[in-house]
């Protein structure tokens, strides 16, 4: 073999070493989760732990096996509230509010009163999307609810405070205050159906939808089909500084921030409790003590992947797909999150009826940094939104594998090197 072939070999074998370490690193083989497979309590011990060494805020944890609620956490203390955090606290939840969104219009559709495959177009009346490049006529609910439509707003709304005069829906729809304080536009910008882009726009789209088929307001309809038919007592859009029992607002150093208001009721403007969203969850798991509102077909029909980047499924009809889970599904749920220093992680694997909610203000994504540890210990799989995490975890073992390579192709260079010499000695 000549010196180029070895180094040609080597160089190869460098290669795909590299890339199965990375598809390793997505695919979990070399992270470890806070606690042995089934072991629920040492599961909870690790979380208390995070909880624990977390910047100052407030916190709410609810671990849910099999459908029923097996240990609840909760931290923290504000002179600005009445006592201390428990399960009826309300929190903000930012983007979370977009599940329960996707929720009351599954019902709608369960009622034959909104067909999935209808342009959303034929349904408004009080606001329509701009004319563009791109016919409007082609964006159907389905793809609004799974971030397809081919909208380009890419929202994040941005907060108001509290003596603000929150706009009219209409007017948030024609000129939305994005959270990067550049201005948006609510409007089609590829070709619908094409592919995944996160829209926040889609869902106050679906806030105005809700309000025309129903003929109620957003929150009235929540309240009446939603909220009190599952239990969900505490669960409101009203301002949450003016509630009683709320967590307060932190920013990332755990310093008391102010507590905003949001525009975007559909998209972000939802205050809810670790009990009622234990309660949301559990209507959605068969055998639980919640009975649900949607039938299965429709749940299943939610978690069922639409949306895809880089070849991987990550979002259903409203639902974040987290990770692959054993029995063939995904974990589903939705995170949130906002500024000063808002967080929220719901999350359920479909094969089992085990969940968790996690909510918090103050430590930096707490509650997404306990639901990735949970989907890690659930599946060994980390979920998507953590990739980051997932390719690190590949960095050392690709390089140590190319090193480890690199030193047998020298050797091996060596060694043939000495065998010429000797041939040539012979001779």
Same mark, same amino acid.
């Given at each position: 073999?000549?010196?180029?072939?070895?180094?040609?070999?080597?160089?190869?074998?460098?290669?795909?070493?590299?890339?199965?370490?990375?598809?390793?690193?997505?695919?979990?083989?070399?992270?470890?989760?806070?606690?042995?497979?089934?072991?629920?309590?040492?599961?909870?011990?690790?979380?208390?732990?995070?909880?624990?060494?977390?910047?100052?805020?407030?916190?709410?944890?609810?671990?849910?096996?099999?459908?029923?609620?097996?240990?609840?956490?909760?931290?923290?203390?504000?002179?600005?509230?009445?006592?201390?955090?428990?399960?009826?606290?309300?929190?903000?939840?930012?983007?979370?509010?977009?599940?329960?969104?996707?929720?009351?219009?599954?019902?709608?559709?369960?009622?034959?009163?909104?067909?999935?495959?209808?342009?959303?177009?034929?349904?408004?009346?009080?606001?329509?999307?701009?004319?563009?490049?791109?016919?409007?006529?082609?964006?159907?609910?389905?793809?609004?609810?799974?971030?397809?439509?081919?909208?380009?707003?890419?929202?994040?709304? /941005?907060?108001?405070? #509290? @003596?603000?005069?929150?706009? &009219?829906?209409? *007017?948030? !729809?024609?000129?939305? =205050? $994005?959270?990067?304080?550049?201005?948006?536009?609510?409007?089609?910008?590829?070709?619908?159906?094409?592919?995944?882009?996160?829209?926040?726009?889609?869902?106050?789209?679906?806030?105005?939808?809700?309000?025309?088929?129903? /003929?109620?307001?957003? #929150? @009235?309809?929540?309240?009446? &089909?939603?909220? *009190?038919? !599952?239990?969900?007592? =505490? $669960?409101?859009?009203?301002?949450?500084?003016?509630?009683?029992?709320?967590?307060?607002?932190?920013?990332?150093?755990?310093?008391?921030?102010?507590?905003?208001?949001?525009?975007?009721?559909?998209?972000?403007?939802?205050?809810?409790?670790?009990?009622?969203?234990?309660?949301?969850?559990?209507?959605?798991?068969?055998?639980?003590?919640?009975?649900?509102?949607?039938?299965?077909?429709?749940?299943?029909?939610?978690?069922?992947?639409?949306?895809?980047?880089?070849?991987?499924?990550?979002?259903?009809?409203?639902?974040?797909?987290?990770?692959?889970?054993?029995?063939?599904?995904?974990?589903?749920?939705?995170?949130?999150?906002?500024?000063?220093s808002i967080n929220?992680?719901?999350?359920?694997?479909?094969?089992?009826?085990?969940?968790?909610?996690a909510l918090s203000?103050?430590?930096?994504?707490?509650?997404?940094?306990?639901?990735?540890?949970?989907?890690?210990?659930q599946t060994g799989?980390?979920?998507?939104?953590?990739?980051?995490?997932?390719?690190?975890?590949?960095?050392?073992?690709?390089?140590?594998?190319?090193?480890?390579?690199?030193?047998?192709?020298?050797?091996?260079?060596?060694?043939?090197?000495?065998?010429?010499?000797?041939?040539?000695?012979?001779?």
């Open positions: 073999m000549s010196y180029l072939k070895i180094i040609l070999a080597g160089l190869a074998l460098c290669a795909l070493w590299c890339a199965t370490a990375f598809f390793g690193g997505l695919r979990g083989w070399w992270l470890t989760p806070v606690a042995e497979r089934g072991d629920t309590k040492a599961f909870v011990a690790a979380a208390t732990s995070m909880i624990d060494r977390a910047s100052p805020g407030s916190v709410a944890l609810v671990v849910i096996e099999s459908g029923q609620i097996l240990a609840e956490t909760f931290s923290g203390t504000d002179e600005r509230k009445s006592g201390e955090v428990n399960r009826d606290t309300l929190f903000p939840t930012a983007s979370f509010s977009k599940w329960p969104t996707a929720y009351a219009v599954m019902l709608l559709v369960q009622e034959d009163r909104i067909d999935l495959d209808a342009p959303i177009s034929s349904y408004l009346t009080r606001w329509q999307l701009p004319p563009g490049d791109f016919d409007n006529a082609k964006v159907t609910v389905r793809q609004v609810l799974s971030h397809t439509a081919g909208l380009v707003d890419g929202l994040g709304f /941005g907060d108001y405070a #509290a @003596d603000e005069t929150l706009p &009219a829906l209409e *007017e948030s !729809l024609s000129l939305p =205050r $994005s959270s990067d304080h550049e201005q948006a536009q609510i409007r089609v910008g590829r070709e619908p159906g094409s592919e995944w882009d996160y829209s926040g726009g889609g869902y106050l789209i679906l806030q105005l939808l809700v309000e025309e088929i129903s /003929g109620m307001e957003f #929150a @009235d309809f929540m309240q009446n &089909a939603v909220f *009190e038919p !599952l239990g969900m007592s =505490r $669960s409101t859009y009203d301002y949450l500084g003016d509630l009683t029992n709320n967590s307060g607002s932190y920013d990332r150093q755990g310093e008391p921030a102010p507590t905003y208001q949001y525009a975007a009721a559909g998209a972000t403007g939802l205050s809810s409790s670790a009990t009622d969203l234990s309660r949301f969850v559990q209507a959605q798991i068969p055998g639980s003590p919640v009975p649900p509102l949607l039938a299965p077909a429709a749940i299943e029909a939610m978690r069922e992947p639409h949306g895809r980047t880089m070849g991987v499924d990550i979002w259903g009809l409203g639902t974040m797909l987290y990770a692959p889970s054993p029995g063939g599904g995904f974990v589903f749920g939705h995170d949130g999150s906002n500024d000063p929220s992680s719901v999350r359920i694997n479909p094969d089992n009826g085990d969940a968790i909610v203000t103050g430590p930096a994504y707490l509650a997404s940094q306990i639901g990735y540890e949970w989907v890690l210990w799989y980390p979920d998507f939104i953590q990739s980051r995490l997932a390719i690190e975890s590949a960095l050392r073992p690709m390089l140590f594998g190319a090193l480890l390579i690199a030193v047998l192709t020298i050797l091996t260079l060596v060694r043939h090197r000495r065998g010429r010499a000797r041939a040539g000695s012979a001779h």
